[in-house]
């Protein structure tokens, strides 16, 4: 089963922190993503990756940056943490059958991160 | 931007009876998704349609892929406690290269004793 672990289920920050969000999957996908939860709104796509060292933004990238070094890791930075950007956070991943399609094959998710900024 | 409108927002049944849940669009989609949440966990993948009209079961789930393909419905038959969570559809939308996933906002499930 593929599985992709969030480094943290809770954290808390204060407003202007910078603060890393750490995502890691076991099955050699090719693509990750950060997508933010809130009530009401769905799953919000903030940023994804198709390779290494490679990044797009989604549908919601203000205040929020990328790091893929490696392939199993993706990592989501808030450069200055402040409190509309208290959420849950998830992180996924998937296969692909083409290059730069991310998106032609299912997402794996993790559990999450809830993030609270005072 | 594009909206996926997911219905019913939540329901309350009893174990045994039968759920129907669907999502809708004004725009045509290529590739239907739907996730299942349990609380405090990630969206796990339920079903994955690829081709108007098609119908896939899962046990007791069944989704299909309306054949405007601008729509998609999953039903759980005789519903059992652990199918509490929250539903999600996931609408693909691939052009030339361009790609574009939307979520349904979901369908919470919970089932009255």
């Known amino acids: 089963d593929v599985k992709v672990t969030q480094s943290s289920r809770y954290l808390v920050k204060r407003t202007g922190e910078k603060v890393f969000l750490e995502c890691v999957q076991d099955m050699d996908h090719e693509n990750m993503f950060w997508y933010r939860q809130d009530p009401g709104l769905g799953l919000r796509l903030i940023y994804f990756s198709y390779d290494v060292k490679m990044k797009e933004k989604g549908d919601i990238p203000e205040g929020y940056s990328v790091s893929r070094e490696k392939k199993e890791r993706f990592s989501l930075i808030l450069e200055s943490a402040s409190t509309n950007q208290t959420s849950m956070y998830l992180c996924?991943?998937?296969?692909?059958?083409?290059?730069?399609?991310?998106?032609?094959?299912?997402?794996?998710f993790g559990d999450g991160t809830r993030l609270s900024i005072l | 931007g594009q909206q996926l409108n997911q219905s019913p927002q939540s329901m309350f049944i009893q174990e045994g009876e039968d759920v129907s849940m669907n999502c809708t669009s004004s725009s045509i989609f290529n590739t239907w998704l739907w996730y299942k949440q349990d609380p405090g966990e990630g969206p796990v993948l339920l079903i994955a349609l690829y081709k108007a009209g098609e119908l896939t079961s899962n046990g007791r789930l069944t989704a299909q892929f309306g054949i405007t393909r601008k729509d998609s419905f999953l039903n759980i038959s005789a519903s059992i406690p652990s199918d509490v969570g929250i539903y999600f559809c996931?609408?693909?939308?691939?052009?030339?290269?361009?790609?574009?996933?939307?979520f349904g906002t979901g369908t919470r499930l919970t089932i009255i004793p």
């Open positions: 996924a991943s998937s296969t692909n059958r083409v290059r730069t399609l991310a998106f032609n094959q299912p997402q794996h």
């Open positions: 996931a609408g693909l939308k691939s052009n030339f290269g361009n790609e574009k996933l939307t």
